[in-house]
């Protein structure tokens, strides 16, 4: 069985590699500022730690392709380009759209075997729209992206134009690490340390999940898909037992559900695999994996360049051949259809 | 579906030789119960509401609640809220779950506006009128020292005047806090608390500017689901700032954040203390195993798995049976009933004794009860 790599990461070397891509205006804008790049892409993967640093100038389709294409048939692009931090109404989602214009130009028109995810701007809704209906044009972009970190979450009615038009599309809604809203990323606020933000990172995912699993946006648009990318996931079982416990006193709340939460995220949300929160316990994470109810939850995925210490290792070596098949391939095929969208790089 | 209700007597029967419960709710009638223990010249202030704190904005969900208030129906007294009548306190817990200890923790002070003059005014009102209507009244009862925690020289100060009363066994925190609680502007309430032998009890409450990592949800089974956040930011943030290094003494109980989401933030953290060894220098030490040694945990509300074969692996992968305590959050909405929460047949008879009875007798220095 093949592999599907769910989140490879690129960005742009420099903000001059978007200029091709950019309308005259806002390049001389980004000229005129002195632009050197979203501060968010460094605060969320800094470039003093190496297990998260992402430079384009050492990400390139060469390396993609000895260390992930290697072994995947195929791979999902994830450009985190910070494009949630532009309160610009126009120059924001401006960038976005040079951004997804740069991923189709410089990395999916070179290997028919990677695919991307589109870049929009969940602060500018109509905007956000407009992109999916550009980038939907293209076969090749399977998923929406946006960040972690969001002001409210993501389940939230102002987004839901944005979900509706990926769900018309036939587009995922991928959720990735970090972000820069300029909200707190905390429910305390602002720590001391990344350290600290780090530990915390995995609550943003925890509040979308949460959100998405109630809001009633599922039982609208069933074809809707969300995937949560680079979250840790070991927290998912606690959150269940815990949102599960509060909608059985709390149901009459969001009539619309027409079962727990947790179905909801059974049926509508998927997690790629890296990195992984483990426990230290003998047996412990094959306990996690059995808490999931683990049958179409988890998608392969590298997080290419980043190095996380032997996640994805220790996870197969708890499944069986079955179970490891459909993390590895049939889920993420499923999800982003790939039977189509890959068919050709595959045969 | 039948649901049996077992009768009061079986029921106290089942919770033999006595359990202690960590966190009980008592509170005022109403506003004007805590006027004999408050300076007159506070009345103005206190009559026109300037006492609540945020006012009123603490991040509820507006409109959606779970009942017309926060209690359990059968725990409203003739008259005022639900916990501010001792005697149907005494008859529903104390008799009624044969409870040898309770440590009580009264809400009242995290709504209010956490510092400056009338603030400190009212939690010492509060702490007398916890002295006088409760502890005076029955040995079995216990409690928090009620304090402005966004000011902490008042809040030493409250924790100096009270804290050497071996009744009050832990100062009372509100887990939503301005800043972590890692804070140094916290350490001298720690300082004070250590002094005085008082564990440190982080309860739901307080105002921190948002609510959850992504600010204020929609419905209240999001944000009531989502204090878990708070707990674990609150953890991560204490663990970090080297307070634990600093008082060796500083116990911490978390309570009412649930329990499920403990696990996995420990193996969060401990990933992190290991990916980033070289940029927290100062953490000597595995963050699961300062947690484990410095934090005490109380079940309400257990966050149950949905199959039972889970609770057994929740328990094992917390590894901290020997802090995990009772409590029942009497007599609010979402109160666990310590004949039905983690039942003998589910744990065992000593693991039962140790959450029931044993683990508070150690964490609130009570000697044995039974």
């Known amino acids: 069985m093949p592999i599907f790599d769910c989140d490879v990461h690129c960005v742009p070397e420099s903000p001059a590699a978007l200029f091709p891509y950019l309308p005259e205006q806002w390049v001389e804008f980004m000229k005129n500022t002195g632009f050197k790049g979203p501060g968010a892409v460094g605060t969320t993967y800094p470039s003093w730690l ?7 100038s050492e990400i390139t389709l060469e390396r993609v392709r000895a260390e992930v294409l290697s072994d995947a048939a195929g791979a999902l692009l994830n450009c985190y380009y910070g494009v949630e931090a532009f309160t610009h109404p126009y120059y924001g989602p401006a960038i976005a759209t040079a951004v997804n214009r740069w991923l189709a130009a410089e990395w999916l028109d070179r290997d028919p075997r990677l695919l991307g995810c589109a870049v929009v701007t969940p602060q500018h809704v109509p905007a956000a729209v407009e992109e999916i209906e550009r980038v939907a044009e293209d076969p090749r972009f399977v998923s929406i992206l946006v960040p972690a970190r969001a002001p409210v979450p993501y389940g939230t009615e102002r987004y ?12 995922a809604i991928g959720i990735t690490f970090g972000g820069a809203t300029g909200t707190p990323p905390t429910p305390v606020g602002w720590l001391s340390s990344y350290w600290e933000e780090y530990v ?3 609550l943003a995912f925890q509040s979308h999940v949460a959100s998405f699993a109630v809001c009633g946006l599922f039982d609208r648009r069933p074809d809707l898909r969300v995937v949560i990318h680079e979250s840790g996931w070991t927290w998912l079982p606690g959150l269940c037992w815990r949102v599960d416990q509060e909608w059985r006193a709390l149901h009459r709340e969001v009539p619309w559900m027409d079962g727990a939460p947790s179905t909801y995220v059974r049926r509508y949300i998927r997690f790629t695999t890296q990195p992984i929160d483990r426990p230290a316990g003998r047996g412990q994470l094959r306990q996690v994996i059995d808490q999931l109810g683990m049958d179409r939850l988890l998608m392969y995925s590298s997080d290419f360049p980043h190095e996380y210490e032997a996640g994805n290792e220790a996870l197969f070596g708890e499944l069986s051949d079955e179970e490891a098949a459909r993390v590895r391939w049939e889920t993420a095929a499923e999800c982003y259809g790939l039977a189509d969208r890959l068919a050709a790089a595959v045969a | 579906l039948a649901i049996r209700i077992p009768e009061q007597q079986s029921r106290a029967a089942r919770t033999k030789p006595g359990i202690i419960d960590c966190d009980v709710h008592n509170g005022l009638a109403s506003p004007a119960a805590l006027k004999p223990y408050l300076a007159s010249r506070w ?5 026109q509401g300037s006492h609540i704190g945020h006012k009123g904005q603490a991040g509820q969900v507006v409109g959606t609640r779970p009942a017309p208030h926060f209690y359990r129906k059968d725990a409203m007294p003739d008259e005022g809220v639900a916990g501010s009548d001792y005697g149907l306190l005494r008859e529903q817990l104390l008799e009624g779950l044969n409870v040898v200890k309770a440590v009580l923790s009264p809400l009242d002070s995290t709504a209010w506006v956490p510092y400056g003059d009338l603030g400190a005014a009212l939690v010492a009102a509060l702490n007398d009128w916890m002295i006088a209507e409760w502890l005076d009244r029955d040995d079995r009862l216990t409690g928090a020292v009620s304090i402005t925690v966004e000011d902490t ?9 009270v804290g050497s009363d071996a009744r009050f066994v832990a100062v009372l925190i509100p887990i939503q806090t301005r800043e972590g609680l890692g804070h140094p502007k916290y350490w001298p309430i720690y300082d004070a608390a250590v002094a005085h032998d008082l564990r440190v009890i982080l309860h739901v409450g307080g105002m921190s500017g948002t609510h959850l990592a992504t600010g204020f949800p929609t419905y209240f089974v999001e944000q009531h689901s989502g204090y878990s956040q708070v707990y674990g930011t609150q953890v991560t943030s204490i663990v970090y700032s080297g307070a634990l290094d600093r008082y060796p003494g500083l116990d911490f109980v978390l309570e009412e954040g649930g329990v499920a989401w403990l696990p996995a933030t420990l193996w969060r953290l401990d990933r992190t203390w290991e990916a980033m060894a070289a940029h927290a220098p100062h953490l000597e030490r595995r963050p699961s195993e300062v947690v484990r040694e410095r934090f005490w945990l109380t079940t309400q509300p257990f966050d149950e798995p949905e199959e039972t074969r889970f609770v057994p692996q929740l328990l094992e992968q917390l590894g901290m049976n020997d802090r995990l305590m009772f409590s029942s959050d009497y007599p609010h909405w979402d109160f666990d009933d310590p004949a039905r929460v983690l039942p003998v047949s589910l744990i065992g008879k000593e693991l039962h004794e140790d959450i029931f009875r044993r683990n508070a007798e150690r964490c609130f220095s009570f000697g044995a009860t039974s």
């Open chain 2, 153 to 161: 020289a008042a809040a030493v100060a409250e924790i100096e005047r």
């Open chain 1, 200 to 202: 915390a990172a995995t």
């Open chain 1, 50 to 56: 190496s297990m998260l640093e992402t430079r384009g």
């Open chain 2, 43 to 47: 009345y103005p202030y206190y009559d």
């Open chain 1, 160 to 171: 839901w134009p944005i979900w509706e038009a990926a769900a018309d599309k036939g587009l």
